[in-house]
């Protein structure tokens, strides 16, 4: 019988697969998949840096002595596996719970359809077992207290049973704007290779009208490149990651975030070696701890968290809209063009390279979305297509879970809107805009201002259910009636413009 086993694209890392796997070396099948591809509009890029970075790493595996069979297909690649099950009578197949739902799907059917040959073992490209959580999740359980049971079960920045420095979260130091001129170390830049090019001539030619450009595509495709990206970001950037994760500068798109999700996501760099690197980092006094701690637990806490969310929610949450909005996501998406500035700002990374960093996507992006009642559906698409380390298990909770409240709060306590007024608190993008930021409504006025008092009035069922948000209603409530006329006429108008354009 010949051994074989299955390796999709996000599990790149035989680190993370059993020891027999590393020591017998069976076959290593690959498959590219262009159903796969085309499944949603992806980003070039995100097409770009997966085939190639599978690319590079099937021939990493045959370099060190593994037979690997690389298959390129327009179907799924279900099909192409049970082709070489129905060829191959002695072959034996290995797979690895994929960490999304519908390829998982597909996987199980073929282990069904050839019982006894095909196996599945768990998947161990994360730290927490699923299962062990699920239900306290569902419940509604906290990220807060998810976070601090990783923390005692890793032992990462612990004292004993104390958290290290005696609080488990810093987060109150890490709310900076970042000030004018300050030093943004650069990030290294990956030029593509003979694989790559080839790679971005295919994407090309398979997917021409596709969101993004495959143009300068600089991200690192190869484990030695990812690894090299980490340790850059460890010493140049972590210790300023914390005070300004929050912060967003016109023209700067990285500034101290770690851009590492790309390669956690397919497996080129362990999450576990990311964090292990960070506390060492903190341990040798070359980063301060709210730093560290911020960014651990953006990785042991909310990655793992959105995680077991995903499994505990999955298939019915795809299809929450607690708001019931209705309205198809504007142009602007796609294209970048308005003249609202810290939204061109916040899309130019996107479009560019499939990036932006959290509070762009969470404040801004998803914000606006909110705002103008866009079918949070829609979004959640959008930024499954748009970014490069987007996947549903990850991409699904932020969207339908954080950002857009569509699943009624068993995520987050709240829908994440806010006027321009945070916007303008952590960036200078208001300074660049067309629109007054200091102005509440009418046609010059920034459109946050507006849509934000008019969402509270609206949604105002969902906001007197919380204590905290319920305040907003009150304030509202409290405006003059002539101030109610025109925040409510002005996001009328806005919202129908954008609907026309
Ligand atoms: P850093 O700021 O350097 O953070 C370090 C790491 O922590 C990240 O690399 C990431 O692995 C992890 N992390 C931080 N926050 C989260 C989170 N909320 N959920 C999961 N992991 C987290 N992250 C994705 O990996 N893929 C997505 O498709 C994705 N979609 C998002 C959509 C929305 C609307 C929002 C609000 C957030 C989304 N996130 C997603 C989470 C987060 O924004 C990105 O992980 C982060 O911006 C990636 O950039 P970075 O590596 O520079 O992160
Ligand atoms: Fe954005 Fe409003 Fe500021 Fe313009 S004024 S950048 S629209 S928050």
């Known amino acids: ?90 072959l034996n197949l290995t797979f690895m719970t994929p960490s999304e739902w519908d390829s998982r799907e597909r996987l199980r059917k073929v282990r069904t359809e050839y019982e006894g040959r095909v196996e599945e073992i768990s998947n161990n490209f994360f730290f927490a077992n699923p299962e062990e959580y699920k239900d306290r999740v569902k419940d509604g359980w906290l990220m807060e207290y998810f976070y601090r049971e990783m923390r005692r079960k890793t032992g990462y920045l612990m004292n004993g049973e104390n958290p290290e420095g005696g609080e488990w979260n810093y987060d109150d130091k890490n709310r900076e704007k970042l000030p004018e001129g300050y030093p943004v170390p650069a990030i290294a830049e990956t030029k593509p290779d003979e694989i790559t090019k080839e790679v971005i001539e295919m994407v090309e030619e398979w997917f021409p009208d596709h969101f993004g ?37 016109q023209g700067k798109y990285d500034l101290f975030h770690s851009q590492l999700s790309v390669y956690l996501n397919n497996g080129l760099i362990l999450p576990k070696e990311a964090c292990d690197k960070a506390v060492e980092a903190y341990e040798n006094d070359n980063a301060r701890l709210n730093s ?63 990036y932006s960093h959290h509070i762009q996507r969470l404040m801004v992006l998803s914000n606006f979305s909110n705002l103008t009642e866009i079918d949070p559906r829609e979004l959640n698409d959008w930024f499954h297509f748009a970014y490069v380390d987007a996947y549903e298990w990850v991409v699904l909770p932020n969207v ?84 109610k006329k025109a925040i409510l006429n002005s996001s009328d108008m806005f919202i129908k413009t954008l609907e026309t354009m």
């Open 213 to 249: 450009k495959s143009e300068i595509f600089t991200y690192a495709v190869t484990r030695r490149q990812a690894l090299y990206r980490l340790n850059e970001f460890i010493e140049e950037r972590l210790d300023e990651f914390g005070p300004y994760e929050d912060a967003m500068v």
């Open 292 to 354: 560290v701690e911020g960014f651990i637990r953006q990785i042991i806490g909310w990655r793992e968290y959105v995680r077991v969310y995903y499994e505990a929610m999955m298939p019915d949450v795809r299809e929450v809209n607690h708001f019931n909005f209705t309205k198809k996501l504007p142009e602007m998406y796609w294209s970048g063009q308005t003249k609202m500035n810290c939204m061109s700002e916040c899309l130019k990374p996107v479009i560019d390279d499939g």
């Open 1 to 90: 019988h010949e051994n074989a086993v299955f390796i999709l694209h996000d599990q790149l890392n035989l680190d993370a697969w059993p020891s027999r796997v590393r020591e017998e070396k069976p076959l290593l099948i690959f498959i590219e998949s262009a159903a796969k591809g085309n499944a949603l509009p992806y980003h070039k890029k995100k097409l770009v840096y997966l085939l190639s970075s599978m690319r590079h790493f099937a021939l990493e595996c045959a370099e060190a002595g593994f037979p690997v069979h690389y298959h390129s297909t327009q179907n799924h690649y279900d099909h192409v596996l049970k082709d070489l099950l129905s060829v191959n009578g002695d």
């Open 400 to 483: 339908l879970g954080m950002s857009t409240f569509a699943d009624g709060g068993v995520l987050a306590s709240k829908p994440y809107v806010s006027s321009g007024n945070y916007i303008n608190k952590m960036s200078n993008y208001c300074k660049h805009c067309d629109y007054k930021i200091s102005k509440k409504t009418g046609e010059d006025a920034c459109p946050f201002n507006y849509l934000y008092w008019n969402f509270i009035d609206k949604q105002r069922e969902t906001f007197s259910q919380n204590g905290r948000a319920n305040f907003m209603v009150n304030m509202f409530d409290k405006k003059s009636e002539e101030d």
